[in-house]
């Protein structure tokens, strides 16, 4: 009986209308529509090529995060794209949007 009774009180308490729910949204259709990697589309580093080999390629990035988390996570930005590196390594590069 204590339980309805504490079950009745908190469902009377509760207002008429609850808030909606908000959720963000994955843009998989804006990954899918980057340009390609490629002479005619934006060229930038590939997984696995070295912080050495995207310095030579192409050149000092505008600029350079701290490595973050556990691997270590770095940053480098440049005009046209951002590359990701985990240790000396290339993870993945994406278009600026």
Known sequence: MK?????????ASLPATLPEA??????????ESAPANAAN????PVRGQTMQFVTRQ????????????NP???R????GFTVYFEHQQVITSVVNR
């Open 41 to 44: 589309g934006v060229q930038r």
């Open 22 to 31: 908000h959720a963000d949204v994955l843009l998989f259709d804006a990954v």
């Open 3 to 11: 339980y309805l009774t504490l079950s009745l009180f908190i469902t």
């Open 72 to 74: 270590p996570i770095t």
């Open 58 to 69: 192409f050149g000092e990035p505008d600029s350079m995060l701290h490595a973050v988390g």
């Open 76 to 79: 480098w930005v440049y005009p």
